[in-house]
């Protein structure tokens, strides 16, 4: 099986091919040539206008409701989202009916999804059931294909269980990921705390919710790491979604001091301000909250001084019944496999293509411990085919779930389809 | 001039009015209370509009007072109750809403602990929506029939100062009470303490005091809060004891005042923690006012959205 992608630029800072216009051969699952006018008989030839490649796009966070809730999106939905997205690879959150807290789930998912083009690999629960009391057996998951551990949507909550967690991971070099956010501070809260909650009488999730528990984290981590000669050559703690200006100060204070953390940001978090709430529509209800013009400025600063390692889409594919009702009874979550990359290079004014495309590449793969991908001759060719000036609109999903307000905005940057 | 129409089709929230719509209502107000004071206290304006009355939430007074109004315009009545508002304990919201109108409700008013449930009604219905309070957000018609009974009382609200006391953070009676006292100029204060008012309401242009001797002397009506016990889903204060030393309101206290002032209550009242009997049946005291003129706010508001 050979493919011959004609005249694509090349989106790639680990290449040397890196911003040059080539044709690339695969063969196989491997480039096998990288030139201008190649040739090939037999190859699916690949012309499209404008098209940009770059090492297949990885996604840290993403939910299925499969098991327990295929109706909202099965494996195999995930998998054709996460491709038209142009991911190659995404983690798929543990907090599943039953969670990925044994062997026999995490092996559910890896069988499921084996032979697909996208890689959907399972994150294993640290704690039972997500719950935050009894440990998973996180040595066996991690031997079953859990590539990372985390409770998902679930922070933990208990400090001596993050800390035991971090230690007991140390065994296999593992990464444990938290979504900071204190549940007593965050406790009934709708949306950002502020003059907008303030407007529309609703509790508010104050920044606090989160800086508390990120510091509380670092603390844990720098506590963990004392009188140990443990160096990790990755990231052992990561912080999920950030969303606020002192967190991502705290991420980059902690990052100089030389602690081994990274952390993301979902997409959609970039894109919006609190005010967007006040029309009361669910679809802009999603954890964490939509904050201040000022936080978004500070996510993007983030982003561009490398302190946000990687972008998230955090899909959270929701069904009607979840999300069509009174807003606060109404669930959190966003699906933003599709709309991701588009997001994020339509409200971009600080990051080069290349900056941008390495949070969606290189650095995911890093924290997750990915084999390295470039765009090399002999390489595995796992790439990403995409048109960054494309205007388009998003009309329609392959998710099964349509809980997402970027349905009828027009969007810049289009993917046209992945190569895995 | 001002228009004699409203420029909204439902009453969400005082938020979504503007200073001409409540100017009308309060204009058209006058003309029904008139009205409810003559011998026949009916007039035929509502006849074959047919009026739902939707509570998720139990009310004795707002939903006594739409019926009194919704009969005093001629309107058909129907009446639901349902204390669960939760999606989980059975059918939704739009359904039940949405079987009323199969049997050709126009007007729909609701309660809802929900905030934001009469504007989720909105979008997916063609009745006119009437918001009688939905959870901490919005009480449109209390703050409308408090401005009333002031502007009753003392006149044009400009310049006037009114102090809100009490639980702020849980009051859907105080956030539309400052839209609406704003709208007409009056310049506002909030009163209680410290964990009970919302930490950005001073964005919204209101002074805010944790002294209510402080505010009693500088307000010219004072809007005195029920404590929502119900509604405090964790600890804000310590008792309802320490709550009525300190934050009450007691007639020696309205007395000591070297000036006029108006007190007013939403009710139920909890005699003896925010004010105590003596207070409120006190000459200052305009709380059964409000009630009186409360059917008549309604009447307005379901008369000018009947022309829409």
């Known amino acids: 099986m050979k493919t011959l992608i004609k005249a694509a630029r090349i989106i790639d800072s680990q290449s040397e091919h890196n911003q040059t216009t080539q044709d690339i051969l695969v063969e196989n699952g491997l480039i096998v040539g990288i030139g201008v006018g190649l040739t090939a008989t037999d190859a699916r030839v690949v012309e499209l206008p404008n098209v940009c490649v770059s090492p297949g796009w990885v996604d840290l966070r993403v939910r299925a409701g499969d098991p327990g809730h295929e109706h909202r999106e099965d494996l195999q939905t995930l998998a054709a989202a996460a491709a038209a997205g142009g991911f190659a690879d995404v983690a798929l959150m543990p907090n599943t009916q039953p969670a990925l807290d044994s062997k026999d789930t995490i092996g559910y998912v890896r069988r499921a999804t084996q032979g697909l083009a996208v890689r959907v690999h399972p994150l294993g629960a640290v704690t039972k059931k997500c719950e935050g009391h009894d440990f998973s057996e996180m040595i066996d998951l991690h031997h079953a294909g859990a590539l990372a551990f985390t409770d998902g949507d679930r922070p933990i909550e208990n400090p001596d269980v993050l800390l035991k967690a971090l230690q007991y991971l140390r065994q296999i070099d593992g990464l444990l990921m938290n979504r900071p956010e204190d549940p007593h501070l965050a406790r009934f809260g709708q949306l950002n705390e502020g003059i907008t909650s303030t407007l529309l009488g609703m509790k508010g999730i104050p920044n606090l919710a989160e800086e508390l528990m990120l510091a509380r984290d670092l603390k844990l981590l720098q506590y963990a790491l004392l009188a140990t000669n443990y160096q990790p050559n990755a990231p052992i703690l990561h912080f999920s979604t950030l969303s606020t200006r002192r967190s991502v100060a705290m991420v980059r204070e902690a990052k100089a001091a030389g602690l081994p953390v990274s952390c993301d940001v979902a997409a959609h978090q970039i894109a919006f301000d609190d005010t967007v709430m006040l029309g009361f529509d669910t679809n802009y209800k999603v954890n964490p909250p939509f904050r201040t013009p000022d936080d978004v400025a500070a996510l993007w600063e983030g982003l561009a001084d490398g302190t946000i390692d990687a972008v998230v889409s955090d899909h959270h594919p929701l069904d009607e019944e979840s999300k069509n009702l009174e807003f606060d009874l109404a669930d959190f979550g966003i699906i933003g496999l599709e709309t991701a990359f588009a997001v994020l290079n339509t409200h971009n004014s600080v990051l080069t293509l290349n900056q941008l495309i390495d949070a969606l590449t290189h650095a995911p793969r890093r924290i997750l411990r990915l084999p390295a991908v470039r765009i090399a001759q002999n390489q595995p060719a796992r790439l990403t085919l995409f048109d960054p000036d494309a205007a388009w609109t998003f009309e329609k999903t392959k998710s099964k779930s349509k809980n997402s307000p970027f349905f009828g905005i027009p969007l810049k940057g289009k993917v046209y389809e992945i190569i895995a | ?308």
């Not at chain 2, 719509?21 to 209370?33: C, G």
Request: charged share 20%; hydrophobic share 40%; with cysteine.
């Open chain 2, 1 to 308: 001039m001002a228009s004699n129409q409203l420029s909204v089709r439902h009453l969400l929230g005082i938020k979504n009015l503007s200073a001409d719509d409540v100017q009308l209502i309060l204009d058209t107000a006058r003309e029904f209370k008139e009205v409810i004071n003559r011998p026949i206290k009916k007039v035929p304006s509502l006849r074959d509009v047919t009026i739902a009355n939707v509570f998720f939430e139990n009310s004795t007074r707002t939903r006594l007072s739409f019926e009194l109004a919704e009969k005093r315009l001629s309107a058909d009545v129907v009446n639901f109750s349902s204390s669960s508002s939760s999606v989980k304990k059975g059918e939704t919201l739009l359904d039940t809403v949405n079987n009323i109108l199969a049997m050709k409700v126009d007007m729909i008013v609701m309660r809802h602990s929900s905030p934001g449930a009469p504007h989720f009604l909105s979008d997916r219905i063609r009745a006119n929506v009437i918001n009688a309070g939905d959870g901490t957000h919005e009480h449109p018609t209390q703050a409308l029939l408090d401005s009333f009974s002031i502007r009753e009382k003392l006149g044009d609200l400009a310049g006037k100062k009114v102090a809100i006391i009490g639980d702020i953070l849980h009051s859907r009676v105080a956030l539309s009470n400052i839209f609406c006292l704003q709208k007409q100029g009056a310049e506002v204060m909030v009163c209680g303490p410290s964990t009970l008012i919302p930490k950005y309401i001073s964005s919204l242009g209101v002074k805010v005091s944790h002294n209510v001797r402080e505010a009693l002397a500088w307000c010219d009506v004072a809007n005195v809060l029920r404590i929502q016990l119900e509604r405090l889903q964790v600890k804000y204060f310590p008792s309802l004891r320490e709550y009525s030393l300190y934050f009450g309101i007691t007639k020696t206290m309205l007395d000591q005042l070297d000036k006029e002032i108006v007190l007013m209550h939403p009710g139920p009242i909890n005699r003896g923690v925010e004010l105590t009997s003596d207070a409120a049946d006190s000459p200052h005291s305009i709380i059964l006012d409000q009630v009186e003129n409360g059917v008549a706010v309604r009447m307005a508001v379901l008369y000018l959205l009947a022309q829409q």
